[in-house]
T-cell receptor
Framework: NAGVMQNPRHLVRRRGQEARLRCSPM?????VYWYRQLPEEGLKFMVY????????ESGMPKERFSAEFPKEGPSILRIQQVVRGDSAAYFC??????????????FGPGTRLTVL | AQTVTQSQPEMSVQEAETVTLSCTYD???????LFWYKQPPSRQMILVIR??????QNATENRFSVNFQKAAKSFSLKISDSQLGDAAMYFC????????????FGTGTRLKVLA
């Protein structure tokens, strides 16, 4: 059973470009979470999605950031017009859909975004 | 809102010795989970140990154990027989047992292991 997959692992963008980060959850998991880790800081919750629905986006900046989890395919975190302050590691985690086993999120390896 | 506090930015331990990392949290929920994650330089988040709040017994995983004090809202991690490979950032995390199940992380403790 493959774990949570994220790609790319490293992404370099120039200021003003768009960044697209992808996350494929574990098999059988339909809950996806995105977290951001700024340099020398802990992980901060950004958004929680289920298939075709955003459940909680309270941690996501109101502008330039968006997320989706379509019926088919991976979850996408999109950052438009990137700025240097967006440089961070972005982690995706998934949670089981089965009631009674919602007790641990499984993390992907992260995408390190560098904005030049 | 829930909060997680790690008051030790950095800790050092001699190889083969024991070290305890502190974590306190605040919540009004009665049922929740607490976690310790290890983050080595590779940045991968590695689950070290998990504690269910409804269980009074402290969780143990080999050399890692926790001291869970629910009334005091304290959740410390003890690492016994420290090894060089234990050197990493350690994050304490909280997850409610209902609702959105999102994690709330502490700011982390950097553990150095001295040979």
């Amino acid at each position: 059973n493959a774990g949570v997959m994220q790609n790319p692992r490293h992404l370099v963008r120039r200021r003003g470009q768009e960044a697209r980060l992808r996350c494929s959850p574990m098999k059988g998991h339909s809950h996806v979470y995105w977290y951001r880790q700024l340099p020398e800081e802990g992980l901060k919750f950004m958004v929680y999605l289920q298939k075709e629905n955003i459940i909680d986006e309270s941690g996501m900046p109101k502008e330039r950031f968006s997320a989706e989890f379509p019926k088919e395919g991976p979850s996408i975190l999109r950052i438009q017009q990137v700025v240097r302050g967006d440089s961070a590691a972005y982690f995706c985690a998934s949670l089981s859909s089965r009631q009674g086993v919602k007790d641990t999120q499984y993390f992907g390896p992260g995408t390190r975004l560098t904005v030049l | 809102a829930q909060t997680v506090t790690q008051s030790q930015p950095e800790m050092s331990v001699q190889e083969a010795e024991t070290v305890t990392l502190s974590c306190t949290y605040d919540t009004s929920e009665s049922d929740y989970y607490l976690f310790w994650y290890k983050q080595p330089p590779s940045r991968q988040m590695i689950l070290v140990i998990r504690q269910e709040a409804y269980k009074q017994q402290n969780a143990t995983e080999n050399r890692f154990s926790v001291n869970f004090q629910k009334a005091a809202k304290s959740f410390s991690l003890k690492i016994s027989d420290s090894q060089l490979g234990d050197a990493a950032m350690y994050f304490c995390a909280y997850m409610g047992a209902s609702g959105t199940y999102k994690y709330i992380f502490g700011t982390g403790t950097r553990l150095k292991v001295l040979a």
